[in-house]
């Protein structure tokens, strides 16, 4: 049963004027890190994904980004590819059980991601 869902669509241009303290307290060191090792507007993209990932997950667990913590999330790729929330004590006390799919996808001037929990309980702690 889908017990959550958020949705969440960013200007990539938006995060591209981000100042490095900005994107510091918005953003896991790991992915700061990968953006790093990428070609700018690559890195622009990548990070404008990861944060619309970020609202889309405060959306769908019914807290909001700032309870999150952003910076504390962090959004990793499998060896294929698919994004998913890399779970830390915080995050699993939030999911209470549930279980989190993450989808995101870019086109320039956009980023977005969707989250769907499933599993657990209905509605926010």
């Given at each position: 049963?889908?017990?959550?869902?958020?949705?969440?669509?960013v200007?990539?241009?938006?995060?591209a004027?981000?100042?490095?303290?900005?994107?510091?307290?918005?953003f896991h060191p790991a992915e700061l890190a990968?953006a790093a090792?990428?070609?700018?507007?690559a890195?622009v993209?990548?990070?404008s994904?990861?944060?619309a990932?970020?609202?889309?997950l405060?959306k769908?667990?019914?807290c909001?980004?700032?309870?999150l913590?952003?910076?504390?999330?962090h959004?990793?790729?499998?060896?294929?590819?698919?994004?998913?929330f890399?779970l830390t004590?915080?995050?699993t006390?939030l999911?209470?059980?549930?279980s989190?799919?993450?989808s995101?996808?870019?086109d320039d001037?956009v980023a977005?991601a969707t989250v769907?929990?499933?599993?657990?309980h209905d509605?926010?702690?």
């Amino acid at each position: 049963m889908i017990t959550g869902l958020g949705v969440d669509v960013v200007n990539i241009g938006r995060i591209a004027s981000l100042g490095e303290g900005v994107k510091r307290r918005l953003f896991h060191p790991a992915e700061l890190a990968e953006a790093a090792s990428m070609e700018s507007s690559a890195a622009v993209s990548y990070l404008s994904g990861r944060f619309a990932s970020k609202e889309a997950l405060g959306k769908a667990l019914g807290c909001g980004l700032a309870a999150l913590g952003p910076s504390t999330v962090h959004v990793g790729r499998s060896e294929d590819g698919r994004p998913y929330f890399v779970l830390t004590e915080k995050l699993t006390n939030l999911l209470a059980g549930r279980s989190i799919l993450l989808s995101i996808s870019h086109d320039d001037p956009v980023a977005m991601a969707t989250v769907i929990l499933t599993g657990g309980h209905d509605g926010p702690q």
